[in-house]
């Protein structure tokens, strides 16, 4: 069964710390994991896209990895802000599918003052 | 582009009633997705739209969900009729080329409440 699993459930930092996600999956075969930010009562925003040859992406202050071996990412979030605070969400693409999104739980975070 | 636009942001409604839920999808993607989010179970995909035409209605929960898509901007999910446990949120995205491929773009959502 493809399943993406996240950790931890949620977490509290201080503003200017840093912070790691965790992904795991099962999916295969594998096509491309991304990292969706999803604000309170807003939609998922695409952080990055990577593919099985693509071991690291930065997108300013998050930089998301990929062990495509272990089937381990984790996306680092460094000097957070208070606007960090949200769910991020570790999607898997299928490779044998072109439309089907195996989506994680979430990560939610909260950033405090 | 203004992105993926859904209406309306919110919607409260009694048991049995129908409900409507509509998105306009980025001008030129070709490929449309209405997913329904819940703490429960996240998101789940419901259907899937290529070219206007549906292509995997398999995640529809039941025959009171149906979903068209009559034109290239336009497409709606309807309920009829609506249980409380259709509450969630319900959101429309769209992408440029088959998913897998790139990125999916998100509608702010409709939020759902069914009393």
């Known amino acids: 069964k493809n399943q993406v699993e996240q950790s931890p459930q949620s977490l509290i930092i201080l503003e200017g710390k840093n912070c790691t996600l965790q992904?795991?999956?099962?999916?295969?075969?594998?096509?491309?994991l991304r990292w969706y930010k999803q604000d309170t009562g807003r939609g998922p925003v695409s952080l990055t896209i990577?593919?099985?040859?693509?071991n690291t992406k930065s997108n300013g202050r998050y930089t998301a990895t990929l062990d495509a071996d272990t089937k381990q990412s984790s996306l680092h979030i460094t000097a957070s802000q208070l606007s960090d605070s949200a769910s991020y969400i570790c999607?898997?693409?299928?490779?044998?599918?072109?439309?089907?999104?195996?989506f994680g739980a979430g990560t939610t975070v909260t950033v405090r003052a | 582009d203004a992105g993926v636009i859904q209406s309306p942001r919110h919607e409260v409604t009694e048991m049995g009633q129908e409900v409507t839920l509509r998105c306009k999808p980025i001008?030129?993607?070709?490929?449309l997705f209405w997913y329904r989010q819940t703490m429960m179970r996240g998101l789940e995909l419901l259907i899937y739209?290529?070219?206007?035409?549906?292509?995997?209605d398999s995640g529809m929960p039941e025959d009171r969900f149906s979903a068209k898509m009559p034109n290239a901007s336009f497409s709606t999910l309807k309920i009829q009729p609506s249980e409380p446990r259709d509450s969630a949120v319900y959101f429309c995205?769209?992408?440029?080329?088959?998913?897998?491929?790139?990125?999916?773009?998100f509608g702010q959502g409709t939020r759902l409440t069914v009393v």
């Open positions: 995205a769209s992408s440029l080329l088959p998913v897998r491929d790139t990125e999916a773009f």
């Open positions: 992904c795991n999956y099962t999916v295969s075969p594998f096509s491309n």
């Open positions: 990577m593919t099985f040859s693509e």
């Open positions: 999607v898997v693409s299928l490779g044998s599918n072109d439309y089907k999104l195996s």
């Open positions: 001008s030129g993607h070709d490929y």
């Open positions: 739209f290529n070219n206007n035409v549906p292509i995997d």
